[in-house]
C-alpha cells in the first residue's frame, strides 16, 4: 500500500505545469482525499494506510499537511518521489484529477463540506474547533458509491461521468498520450530494463557475405 505523500506526488508531478496548472497544499489535501474516498469506492480499498481526518478546512492528511505547511497558500512544486502506481489505480487518479483538479482549492472546500462524510464527523462544530476525528472509509464508500449511481443527476456540482470504473471492468487502461516535453515518471527505469534484456539476449552471429568485384 502507498503512503498519502506517495499519492500526493502522483497528482503534484501529474498536473500540467505549463498549462498554468498549480496546486497548493489546501487544494492537494481535497484531491488526496478524494483519491482514498475512489479508491475504497471502485477498487474496494484504500489507496494509502494514513488516516484522513475532519479538519475545519475539510478532509485533511496530517502528514501531507506537515510536509507542505512551510509553503502556506504558495504553490507546491514537484516532487522528487516516484511512486510505483498500478494501472488500475492510475485509473482512479486520472478519474480523481479529471473531475476535481479543474477546481479552485476554495470549491472543494466548499464541497467537501457539503458531503456525508465529512459534515457527519464534524458535526455541528464550531469553524474554530481543532478536531481531528478520523473519517471512516467504510463512510466515504458508502457516500460516493451513492454518488457515483447518481452521477446523471443535473444537480450534481461536479461530473462524476469523467469518472470511468468500466474501463477496470473491462481491464482496459486507457493511457493519455504523453507531451513532447514529458517523460513517465519510470522512463528511466523502463529504459535500464530493456538495457539488460537486450544485454542477457545471446548475440547473433554475423553472416558474412563476400564481395565479388
Do not use: C
Request: charged content about 30%; aromatic content about 8%.
Amino acid at each position: 500500500m502507498h503512503s498519502a505523500l506517495d499519492i500526493a506526488a502522483w497528482f503534484l508531478n501529474e498536473i500540467d505545469r505549463k498549462a498554468g496548472d498549480s496546486i497548493t497544499n489546501l487544494k492537494l489535501q481535497k484531491l488526496v482525499y478524494y483519491a482514498q474516498a475512489w479508491g475504497v469506492t471502485l477498487l474496494g480499498r484504500p489507496l494509502f494506510e494514513e488516516s484522513v481526518e475532519a479538519w475545519a478546512h475539510g478532509p485533511v492528511v496530517d502528514a501531507v499537511y506537515q510536509e507542505y505547511k512551510h509553503l502556506r497558500y504558495g504553490t507546491i512544486p514537484r516532487s522528487r518521489r516516484r511512486p510505483r502506481i498500478t494501472p488500475q489505480e492510475r485509473v482512479v487518479l486520472q478519474g480523481v484529477l479529471a473531475v476535481y483538479g479543474e477546481h479552485s482549492a476554495k470549491f472543494l472546500e466548499d464541497l467537501t463540506h457539503s458531503e456525508e462524510p465529512w459534515t457527519t464527523i464534524w458535526g455541528d462544530r464550531p469553524a474554530t474547533s481543532r478536531s481531528r476525528q478520523e473519517i471512516p472509509l467504510p463512510l466515504m464508500q458508502a457516500f460516493y458509491r451513492q454518488q457515483f449511481d447518481d452521477r446523471d443527476d443535473p444537480r450534481m456540482s461536479v461530473n462524476l461521468k469523467l469518472m470511468r470504473p468500466e474501463l477496470l471492468e473491462e481491464g482496459i487502461i486507457p493511457l493519455q498520450p504523453l507531451p513532447d516535453h514529458h517523460f513517465p515518471v519510470d522512463h528511466d527505469e523502463y529504459v535500464r530494463a530493456v538495457s539488460r534484456d537486450l544485454a542477457a539476449r545471446p548475440r547473433r552471429r554475423r553472416r558474412i557475405v563476400p564481395v565479388h568485384t
